[in-house]
């Protein structure tokens, strides 16, 4: 029976700092909204993707890899112009991800988007890219520093959206 309690007194200790955590972020994302919803900023990678650009042949060509950013929380985003960027990798099946392009962005209204775009020779009939396309990976990066620095409008309230991949099956798909 003590063992017990004690092991209840344990949990409890566990658990009091992540519902401190919690009542502060609902207190801070859900105070204030008028509707009801969260007011904060929440960039998040809404999608990838890809269109031909120009086609050399059927099934080659130039072709364009598109991250989509956009502010999906009732709150403006405004931060410095070098806390944030949006950053596209490519992954190539069992190897190592690649950076290939870097959009740093600064402020965006709720609903206001910013893109991350890479161009490459794409052959839909080769090994590398028709049988086994790499993967691309849109990712959203903030300064290590973001939520220290003052300014709660550059306090992305829900870091769960900002990182998203798409198979590069899908431009396989537009030859
Ligand atoms: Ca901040
Ligand atoms: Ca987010």
């Known amino acids: 029976m003590k063992g017990k309690r004690q092991g209840i007194l344990r949990q409890w ?9 919690a009542a502060i972020l609902l207190t801070y994302c859900g105070g204030g909204g008028g509707g009801g919803g969260a007011v904060c900023p929440d960039p998040a990678v809404a999608r990838i993707d890809f269109s031909i ?7 080659a060509g130039v072709v364009r890899i598109a991250g989509v950013v956009r502010n999906v929380g009732a709150g403006s985003y405004e931060s410095g112009p070098t806390q944030q960027s ?19 962005f600064q402020n965006l209204a709720p609903g206001q988007e910013v893109t991350v775009t890479y161009e490459r020779n794409w052959d839909s009939s080769s090994p590398a890219e028709g049988e086994f396309p790499p993967d691309y990976r849109i990712i959203i990066t903030y300064d290590p520093d973001i939520y220290m620095d003052g ?3 550059n306090d ?3 870091g769960g959206n900002n990182d998203l991949t798409r198979s590069g099956a899908g431009i396989n798909a537009l030859f």
Request: net charge negative.
């Open 13 to 21: 200790y566990v658990l009091v700092p992540f519902v401190l955590v």
């Open 53 to 59: 650009v120009s086609l050399t042949s059927q099934f």
């Open 86 to 104: 949006v950053l596209l990798y490519e992954v190539p099946i069992g190897g190592t991800a690649a950076l290939k392009a870097n959009q740093p």
């Open 151 to 153: 300014n709660l409008m």
């Open 156 to 158: 992305d309230c829900n």
